[in-house]
């Protein structure tokens, strides 16, 4: 008998021991979820929403006289475009060396401004005493000059770009040629934007100078301006000409690190276009 009582007293102390001391392993979750949590440090990002950039479009004016400039321009890595005047003494180089490289052409249109004879917008301008067989054929000649050719912008101009008869005849041909219109923007009286409508071509308008002012400090401020006018653009392509000069072409190549930290990118010409019907 105390044998028997001794091993019930054994076994009761087994049991007790497994069921105190031992713990048992918990259950596995069934709700889908790990038991291990990773530190906060090692945890994945969590999204973020897509980033939204501003942006703005350049036109270099007065391609044609320094294809030393024009090289080193169309070595910025951005989507530039060039505007050719056409009878400049390397306007045809030019032309073919943009369009080898898949670059973006405008004929740089002289037109004439409210200082003639004062400045002159030199050889193949459109004057305003012109009449329509006239202004034709010079047309045709300056965008013979300029092969491959996407748009045109005036040079100069301001006088013309008052002329809404005038420009209508213009804007006609650019029409027929399949072409689009930017207005430099040379007088505050332009009647470009009426006339495009009128006619019914894609048409832009210049938003800012880069190089109004001479110098590289003024060229960069106006670059820099771009973040401030953006923001009073409603989201809207603001577009840049400027021309190439050696300071205009360093303040370009400057800012383009401190536009992509702030969202900025450059875009075609084409982004800023009005369908005018």
Known sequence: MAVIIAAALIAAAFLFLERVIIPEKPAPRDDGRRDYTAPKEHAPPLPTEKRQYKQVAIIIDDIGFDLKALRRL??????????????????????????????????????????????????????????????????GDDLAAVPHASGVNNHMGS?????????????????????????????????????????????????????????????????????????????????????????????IEAVLPLWEKEGIEIVEVSTCLINAK
Do not use: C, W
């Open 74 to 139: 169309a070595e910025i890595p951005a989507p530039i475009a060039f505007a050719v005047l056409p009878s400049t003494p390397h306007a045809s180089e030019a032309a073919e060396f943009l369009r080898k490289g898949k670059r973006e052409m405008l004929l740089h249109l002289p037109m004439e401004p409210l200082s003639y004879p004062k400045q002159s917008p030199g050889a193949g301008a459109l004057m305003a005493d012109m009449d329509e067989a006239q202004i034709l054929r010079q047309l």
């Open 159 to 251: 006088r013309f770009m008052e002329d809404p008869s005038r420009l209508k005849m213009v804007m006609g041909e650019l029409k027929k040629r399949g072409l689009y219109f930017v207005d430099s923007r040379t007088s505050p009286n332009s009647r470009g934007r009426e006339a495009a409508s009128q006619i019914g071509i894609p048409f832009a308008a210049r938003d800012i100078f880069i190089d109004n002012e001479n110098g590289y400090e003024a060229a960069i401020q106006s670059l820099r301006n771009v973040v401030t006018r953006q923001n009073k653009n409603n989201g809207k392509p603001l577009l840049l000409i400027g021309h190439p000069h050696a300071d205009t072409i360093r303040a």
